[in-house]
């Protein structure tokens, strides 16, 4: 059985790059909180300004990998002060933060090169150029954050659709009774 192809999604890339996530971020603290993310890091009350933006990520990214995809989303956490974002799964989804010093990039190269060693295939969501050009090629196909997020948006239209599809049909025994059988039951009931 051939493996399924390895997603690999630049998270912050992707939570910047669209308006999908960015309305997300929580910017309460002020117009200038996001500038200082090392000052965020250190809040001694744990706040978390993007952590509704990567759920809402990790959740688009598991309905748009289902089935399909081996998803793995990294975040960059070179500006961490400490190591205290472990890597975890949810979903079916990998979460990988970088440890602190080292960037998204380089474990996203490690996670290609890889890959490519395994001689697997490998869609990799970014819009930076610089990462695009260094693990591009073969087998690795690049598609931009804002194309991820109209395909996650197309697939969440759908979801919604056949849920709203589903919640019109009655789920009742009357309903499934053929009109013959209803009638009689009826008539059993003294309606």
Known sequence: MARRALLVVDGYNVIYGTTRYQGLIDEHAGAGALADVAHLSRD????????????????????????????????????????????????????????????ADTVIERLVTKARRENRDVLLV???NTIRFTVGGVPVTSISSQ?????????AKDAELAREERSHDRMTLEDRLSPEAREKLWKLLGR
């Open 44 to 103: 001694p009350y744990g706040h978390d300004p993007f952590g509704r933006a990567r759920e809402a990520l990790l959740a688009d990214v598991a309905a748009y990998a289902q089935g399909t995809y081996d998803p793995v989303i990294v975040y960059d956490a070179a500006g961490n002060l400490a190591d205290d974002r472990p890597d975890f799964s949810a979903a079916g989804v990998r979460v990988v933060f970088s440890k602190t010093g080292e960037s």
């Open 147 to 155: 194309l991820l997020a109209t395909d996650i948006g197309t697939v």
């Open 126 to 128: 970014t819009s930076d």
